[in-house]
């Protein structure tokens, strides 16, 4: 056995291999760079889902000439110098390996122009090599053509999806950066067919153009802060949640993310308002000082380590809660930690791991609440144990058939597992039919 350094072609396929999966991952990179570039308008080409090609033009700062020549070689950024900027990321990208990677796996054309220059430069990059540099004539901006996209690694071509599953890929990554910039206009053409076109609009508008009219009707707003955290966006009514975390949008200082235990923080805070298979739609942007945020823990950069998570946690946690209250789509007791009754003590105990909460009522009986999923009430018998979700669905679907028995609309039978979420407070029995699903 000898231990080898490897050629620099091979350390920079293994190093693409980790940013470039498949063809979002260069849609991705290469939109980041156009939003670091303060680009206003982005157009993205696409034929065959990427696999042909995946063109990007922005109207952004641009590179000059010498900027250019070494933008696509390995670690060259023009956004961190030193090891103090890492605690302060400002831009999306930062580690210098998006274009280096791509031109790795893919043939790779750039064309640049600054705004004090009257022409731009063009480099050609085949094989991972620089083919030819050239001046050329182009409005300010940047743009950059990928081709033969894994052309020379059969592997991951063929641990690609079909083309409809691709293109669903880049359509989210694209309209999830659409979400965040709504000051910028996004159009994608594809097959040279024009697929979608996001004009510059407000942030709310924007979510109605992406994610569309019946989902941006049932959402309230939130806006919180507190000395160190901010909080804007938007969530979904109950009635709207999906089966599935298709409608959660979560962005992390204007970076989509992904962070487990924030969604699950959000979903906790609806409670027993969504049926525990379900999830909220939720549009959220969360402002966090950058030292508390660290993104560099994976290549592509969707996950981020919190240092003041619990405090995060804790501050969506109340906002989305609150939010809820003000629109009237919660009830609260006033709960305490400490417990009073014997059902208390003995049931904490038991299973110290349950988010227990206890109040008492007017008839001095107690209620636990149970992780907000269960209550808990002491019985003649024992225990009574009551699903929150499963009782509020009762009490509304006692309500609509008593409602409807009064408009003799009684003969109409509910499916067993019918779920009635809202009652509209007009009379109309059809308004009345609305909300069961
Ligand atoms: P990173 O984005 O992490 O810096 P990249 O490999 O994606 O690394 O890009 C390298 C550099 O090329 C960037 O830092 C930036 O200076 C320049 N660059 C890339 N794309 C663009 C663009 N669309 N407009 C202007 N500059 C760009
Ligand atoms: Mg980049």
Redesign the pocket.
């Known amino acids: 056995m000898k231990i080898l350094k490897l050629p620099q072609e091979l350390i920079s396929r293994i190093a693409a291999g980790q940013v470039v999966e498949r063809p979002s991952s260069v849609v991705k990179?290469?939109l980041?760079?156009?939003l670091?570039?303060g680009?206003t308008e982005i157009d993205i080409y696409l034929k065959k889902s990427g696999l042909h090609q995946i063109m990007v033009v922005?109207n952004?700062?641009?590179?000059d000439k010498d900027?250019l020549k070494v933008?696509?070689l390995p670690h060259?950024?023009?956004?961190i110098s030193s090891n103090h900027d890492l605690t302060d990321i400002q831009?999306l990208?930062?580690?210098?390996?998006?274009?280096?990677s791509i031109c790795a796996i893919a043939s790779l054309t750039i064309k640049?122009r600054v705004k004090d220059k009257q022409t731009g430069n063009q480099v050609i990059l085949k094989k991972g090599k620089l083919s030819q540099i050239q001046s050329v004539g182009m409005a300010q901006?940047?743009s950059?053509e990928v081709t033969d996209l894994f052309k020379k690694i059969p592997a991951r071509l063929k641990h690609l999806k079909s083309p409809t599953y691709e293109m669903k890929a880049i359509l989210l990554t694209i309209l999830s950066r659409a979400l965040a910039h709504p000051e910028t206009d996004f159009k994608l053409t594809h097959n040279e067919k024009v697929h979608f076109v996001y004009r510059k609009t407000s942030r709310k508008d924007r979510i109605r153009d992406v994610l569309g009219k019946s989902f941006s009707d049932d959402l309230f707003e939130i806006k919180s802060h507190t000395n160190n955290l901010r909080l804007s966006g938007f969530i979904g009514h109950p009635q709207i949640a999906s089966r599935s975390r298709t409608k959660s949008y979560l962005y992390i200082n204007n970076r989509p993310v992904l962070h487990p235990s924030l969604t699950s923080a959000i979903k906790k805070a609806y409670g027993t308002l969504l049926d525990p298979k379900s999830f909220p739609n939720f549009v959220l942007f969360l402002t966090i000082p950058t030292v508390y945020v660290d993104v560099n823990i994976t290549p592509t950069k969707d996950s981020v380590s919190l240092s003041n998570e619990k405090e995060v946690l804790q501050f969506v946690y109340e906002s989305v809660t609150k939010t809820l209250e003000k629109h009237n789509l919660m009830y609260r007791f006033s709960y305490q930690k400490s417990y009073n009754s014997a059902l208390g003590e003995k049931l904490k105990k038991v299973s110290p791991a349950w988010d227990m909460r206890e109040t008492t009522l007017s008839n001095n009986s107690s209620v636990i609440s149970l992780d907000n999923v269960y209550l808990a009430v002491s019985t003649e018998n024992g225990i009574l144990l009551i699903d929150q979700h499963a009782a509020h669905e009762r009490i509304l679907y006692n309500q609509f058939k008593k409602a409807l028995s009064a408009d003799s609309l009684n003969n109409l039978v509910a499916p067993d597992n019918a779920t009635i979420i809202s009652l509209s407070a007009s009379d109309s029995p059809r308004s009345k039919l609305r909300g069961i699903i």
């Open positions: 990179e290469l980041e760079n156009s670091d570039a680009a922005d952004g700062n641009g590179m900027n933008s696509f060259t950024t023009s956004k831009s990208g930062f580690r210098g390996e998006a274009l280096a640049s901006g940047t950059v």
